[in-house]
């Protein structure tokens, strides 16, 4: 009988993910992390990282705070690194070695995920490697110190596309890697965020039942990067969700599904104004900047509840 | 009892895998490696092993693959050539970091640019110092019975590191020839059941592999990895002993040809030994002091053993098939003259640089080199320290 996935029972669960690690404060990291293995809590499980904040913050020298079975690579392989453990857990298994059903779990940032790492992302995935892929995405290279990546949204100040007198931060969209994960055709893709904890939770709990490959990219606030206050990451991941800045959603079996309609949705300021590297947005002559800003969420948003609707039509024409 | 077959080395080296059959293989198609993939592929799909592959979408992902293969606990092979190795350079280093005994045979190809897709070895040259233990194969028989002596070397407790089997792309890789196979039967016996150590799939003694050294034990932690090499021309005679018992062929830290009383000699790697070895009985005919030493294990290289063994040569040419760009001398030079500099007699050492690209490498080179050597052993004088040889005017 699988752990029900509430605080009662799952705070009688052990923490696989230790306090002691050196994440910066306020860091959502370790949030999303701990998340992660409580709904995985029943399942023996085996985690890779990629090089990033996670990694280098949480197994140094002697001390790791992994209480799993975990291992780190190099920057851009986490998922060829767990497609290998994988198909030795598959091949221990055929020949009666092994006989535990054990989950694999890879968890890396934007950078090594969108950008260096999406060619192994992508391979392992086509080779249908049976293994829950998380993204944890601050939206730049927080680990080298805020540097501009794919996942890094338009007009954002960052360290290499730093915002001044003639380009206002990143001049380019991010990239939507959650669609393109979802255009792999794999069982399961999802977008999630620790402000929706028990959305998130479940997300990765089906992923996790699912035989094959998974993709789940989880909002993960970073608050150097990010120039908010140490306790903002809920906050301000509560405030993604509701301007539908980051839309939770999942793609099952090629079907869309919303998991998470705001009441009212808000105006995307509201989550820019919490943040410095949105400052310069609000300086005067600037207001075409946020509008165009409003303008890419909302069209995204209308496109994305178009999808699901379509898919829903379809259901009930059955 | 052992069956007599001709086949290339590509065949042979991918019949060496079906008779050990590796847990896992990760692995990317390059010329002139995809052959041997290509067989062993065939073997697993027929069901003739039970080994899983993974066809990965690059060499980046085969040796990543490959680590976390490892790691996970049970045997693991792959192989690959040229830029493939190139593309796999910074895993390579991972995987002796790591300590994971990964066999890889690489099928020695020119690197780019230009593109060429015939024998060099400035592949296996450009990793030579990944921390892999590095066997060298003159012929396709030499391919197979270093594969098979590679992954006992890997994963013998003393040292568990990373293992690469060179042997030149088509000259070797794609050539017919005479090989002695072992029984399936004895080659399963000789590499046996293989043992993991700390496994990741052993969940309820969780592991962290591949942390975060500062500082503060970098240097410690380095210095005790090297510390492991001193330990691998021992593992790597041992095994050749065993070995020895059950093909009757020999193999030691390195070949030497007719040197024990020669004057002049050459050393060089792989293929062109054998054309070597021809002409060096043609003048040991005439009565010069000739002879060859061709090192096998190349790294760790064995320099006071191979020092010893040419100490009291009056002059040695080292060939290269490759060059160091911007360096002195070739990669073998360098290491020969390493190992000879701390003797007070020494011979005169000179540098040819060879058979770049497929460049064929014929008897009158090493006619050349030998009339050269006995030139410089009369008079001691040496006309040019390092210089191509076989370049079309």
């Not at chain 1, 091949?91 to 054990?102: E, M, N, P, Y």
């Not at chain 1, 989550?271 to 909302?298: N, S, T, V, W």
């Not at chain 2, 790597?236 to 020999?250: L, M, N, P, W």
Request: glycine share 6%.
């Amino acid at each position: 009988m699988a752990t029900p996935l509430n605080l009662k029972e799952l705070s009688k669960k052990e923490l696989r993910f230790t306090s002691g690690h050196r994440l910066c404060a306020g860091c959502a990291a370790p949030t999303v992390v701990k998340m992660i293995l409580l709904a995985a809590c029943d399942w023996p499980v085996v985690v890779a990282s990629a090089t990033g904040c996670l990694e280098v913050s949480s197994c140094i020298s002697t001390y790791t705070a992994w209480k799993v079975p975990w291992i780190h690579n190099a920057f851009e392989n986490a998922a060829a690194t767990l497609s290998g453990v994988e198909t030795m857990y598959r091949a221990l298994k055929k020949q009666g070695k092994i006989d535990k059903d054990i989950k694999f779990i890879a968890i890396s940032g934007d950078g090594g995920t969108y950008d260096i790492g999406f060619q192994s992302l992508s391979g392992a995935m086509e080779r249908w490697h049976d293994m829950l892929y998380v993204c944890y995405d601050n939206e730049a290279y927080m680990n080298t110190g805020i540097q501009r990546s794919g996942a890094t949204p338009t007009y954002a100040d960052t360290t290499t596309c730093p915002a001044g007198a003639v380009i206002p931060g990143k001049p380019q969209q991010r990239k939507d890697l959650t669609k393109i994960m979802a255009a792999h055709g794999i069982p399961y893709v999802a977008q999630a965020s620790p402000s929706h904890w028990p959305d998130l939770m479940k997300k990765v709990r089906k992923a996790l039942e699912i035989e094959g490959p998974k993709f789940i990219n989880v909002f993960t606030p970073c608050n150097r990067g990010w120039r908010t206050r140490t306790d903002d990451a809920i906050l301000i991941s509560r405030l993604a969700v509701e301007t539908c800045f980051w839309p939770l959603y999942e793609v099952e079996n090629g079907v869309t599904k919303v998991t998470f309609k705001p009441r009212e949705k808000k105006p995307v300021v509201e989550f820019l104004k919490a943040q410095g590297r949105f400052k310069h947005l609000f300086e005067p002559g600037k207001e075409k900047l946020i509008a165009e800003i409003q303008e890419m969420i909302d069209k995204n948003w209308e496109r994305l509840l178009k999808e699901e609707e379509m898919f829903a039509s379809k259901e009930e024409s059955q | 009892m052992t069956k007599v077959v001709a086949v290339t080395g590509n065949e042979a080296v991918a019949n060496a895998f079906r008779q050990i059959e590796p847990d896992v293989c990760a692995a990317y198609p390059i010329t002139p490696q995809t052959e041997l993939m290509q067989r062993f592929a065939a073997f697993v799909s027929n069901g003739q092993v039970k080994t899983e592959m993974i066809l990965v979408e690059s060499e980046h992902s085969a040796m990543s693959a490959c680590v976390g293969a490892a790691a996970a606990g049970g045997r693991v092979a792959t192989a690959t050539s040229s830029q493939g190795l190139a593309l796999m350079w910074e895993i390579l280093f991972i995987a002796s970091g790591l300590r994971l005994p990964i066999v890889m045979p690489v099928v020695n190809r020119a690197l780019s640019a230009p593109i060429n897709i015939h024998c060099d070895h400035s592949d296996a040259m450009g990793a030579r110092d990944s921390g892999w233990i590095q066997l060298w194969s003159e012929n396709a028989q030499e391919a197979y019975d270093n594969t098979i002596q590679a992954f006992r070397i890997a994963e013998h407790m003393d040292i568990r590191l990373p293992v690469m089997v060179c042997y030149d792309g088509f000259i070797i890789s794609h050539s017919i020839e005479r090989i002695e196979y072992l029984d399936d039967e004895v080659v399963k016996k000789f590499v046996g059941e293989y043992k993991p150590l700390y496994p990741l799939l052993d969940v309820d003694n969780p592991k962290s592999y591949g942390p975060l050294i500062l500082t503060d034990l970098y240097h410690e932690v380095r210095k005790a990895h090297s510390e492991v090499y001193k330990k691998v021309p021992k593992v790597v005679v041992d095994v050749a002993k065993e070995f020895k018992k059950i093909s009757g062929r020999s193999y030691g830290l390195f070949e030497s040809y007719r040197l024990d009383d020669a004057e002049i000699g050459i050393v060089i790697l792989n293929s062109a030994a054998g054309t070597t070895k021809d002409v060096i009985d043609e003048y040991r005919e005439r009565g010069i002091k000739v002879g060859l030493l061709k090192p096998r294990l190349f790294r760790p290289f064995p320099y006071e053993e191979v020092g010893n063994a040419l100490k009291n040569l009056k002059a040695v040419c080292v060939l290269d098939r490759a060059d160091a760009f911007g360096g002195s001398f070739g990669p073998l030079y360098l290491d020969i003259a390493a190992s000879l500099c701390n003797f007070k007699e020494k011979p005169v050492l000179i540098n040819r640089i060879y058979g770049l690209g497929g460049r064929d490498y014929m008897p009158e080179h090493a006619q050349g080199v030998i009339d050269e050597l006995i030139e410089i052993a009369k008079t001691g004088k040496v006309k040019v320290l390092k210089e191509y040889i076989g370049v079309r005017e």
